[in-house]
């Protein structure tokens, strides 16, 4: 599946999606960041046959909404 970005509080977030056995992996990190965050999404139930790709890209972002965001730091 192709790669997505999307735009989250002034954020731009690229994900890579990986198929698995069970579900899917997806890669979320930010555009100018290194450090990437990992999230499984088994198949089942919150999918929408019609719209797999939507419904990762939904969960992705409501995932990246949950995630806490580091204090900023001074150099």
Do not use: K, N
């Not at 509080?9 to 100018?32: H, L, M, N, Q, S």
């Amino acid at each position: 599946m192709d790669p997505h970005s999307f735009e989250q509080d002034g954020v731009v977030y690229e994900v890579c999606f990986e198929r698995t056995p069970d579900g899917w992996i997806a890669r979320i990190r930010p555009e100018d960041g290194a450090e990437a965050h990992v999230f499984a999404f088994p198949d089942g139930i919150g999918f929408d046959p019609e719209d797999v790709r939507g419904s990762l890209i939904a969960g992705c972002e409501a995932a990246v909404a949950r995630i806490p965001r580091r204090a900023p730091t001074r150099h």
